[in-house]
């Protein structure tokens, strides 16, 4: 008697015609049609190990099997290892049989290492179909952490006037509702380097005209540093404890002062670019309706891994309907 493989014998399973053809029908599927996503072979942290069993499944489908759950709002290593048992999820993923939870909170630890550049390697496909605009916005929003995630903490979100326990992410967007740069934080409130390190990401990617952030931007370095690269900051000017505060609306009108003769900006100008800033609301949205709002894993870890899975799909998601010929800004996919 034959051995018959496990992907033959789900579809032996299918019990219609009808199902069968669900396999080509399911929602998430036209994730995978224009993307590959090879290049994470290429990383030394999915190599086979010199010793012990080899991968049985390999990076892509798994990644692909993360997309396809989070896009479907299963989050949590159990949750996607049963969404994964399903023959039509793991066919359509790629797979030749199901993973084991074992092996999917594996590839979520290994990921972690690279999480960073595979966001990184997204955004570049973003930015060669010339889907980024000239105007970039900083912002910070709260990640809400399980109640047994030992590693969160409580935190103040001065926007909700309330505290939340969890952890904080920064994004830079564009575009479609597009993160192309971000930093996963211990709360709402980064520090000021995680501001600039996630500014020069952002500059790293391509260079706006226009880099817009609320006045918790207003900061001197911040200002300097996207001047002195030929991009106009544009942030409400806070004046904190000054006895003696300037009479500006945005601090780079003072900075522009100081340090450029040759160029000004009216009012006006600064009041309606600086109205295109919500835009950064709706971007966090989106990731959060990704998986950022969901974080169920256990550890730091594990919760940076699934904040970067969720920035990830958002891009995915944005390239797939640009591919399609669909509103990239469309949070969905379009039926």
Request: hydrophobic content about 40%; proline content about 5%; charged content about 25%.
């Amino acid at each position: 008697m034959g051995i018959v493989s496990s992907k033959t014998q789900a579809l032996q399973e299918v019990a219609s015609v009808d199902d069968f053809l669900n396999v080509a029908a399911t929602e998430t599927v036209p994730l995978f049609e224009h993307l590959e996503f090879e290049f994470l072979l290429e990383y030394d942290v999915f190599a086979p190990a010199r010793r012990g069993r080899t991968r049985v499944h390999k990076p892509p489908e798994l990644f692909r099997g993360f997309l396809h759950c989070y896009y479907e709002d299963v989050y949590g290593t159990r949750p996607v290892t049963r969404e994964l048992q399903k023959p039509l999820v793991w066919l359509s993923c790629g797979f030749d049989r199901p993973p084991s939870r074992d092996t999917v909170d594996r590839f979520l630890t290994d990921l972690e290492h690279v999480v960073d550049e595979v966001f990184d390697h997204l955004v570049e496909q973003a930015a060669a179909r010339g889907l980024l605009d000239s105007t970039y916005r900083i912002d910070s929003t709260h990640v809400e952490a399980i109640p047994w995630n030992d590693e969160a903490s409580w935190n103040y979100d001065p926007t909700a006037e309330d505290h939340y326990y969890g952890f904080g992410c920064t994004i830079v967007s564009t575009g479609a509702k597009i993160p192309i740069a971000a930093e996963f934080t211990p709360a709402k409130q980064a520090a000021e380097e995680t501001a600039m390190r996630v500014t020069r990401d952002a500059l790293a990617v391509a260079q706006p005209i226009w880099m817009l952030g609320d006045s918790a931007y207003d900061t001197l370095d911040w200002h300097d540093y996207l001047l002195a690269a030929g991009v106009v900051p544009v942030a409400p000017y806070n004046p904190r404890n000054t006895d003696d505060p300037l009479d500006i609306e945005y601090r780079v009108e003072d900075r522009i002062e100081k340090h450029s003769e040759d160029v000004q900006l009216k009012q006006s100008v600064l009041d309606e670019t600086y109205n295109r800033r919500t835009q950064v609301e709706r971007t966090n949205d989106a990731v959060k309706d990704c998986g950022l709002g969901h974080v169920r894993a256990r550890g730091r870890v594990h919760a940076r891994a699934q904040v970067f899975l969720a920035l990830c799909l958002r891009v995915v998601v944005v390239l797939t309907n640009y591919e399609r010929g669909d509103n990239p800004g469309r949070e969905l996919l379009k039926a």
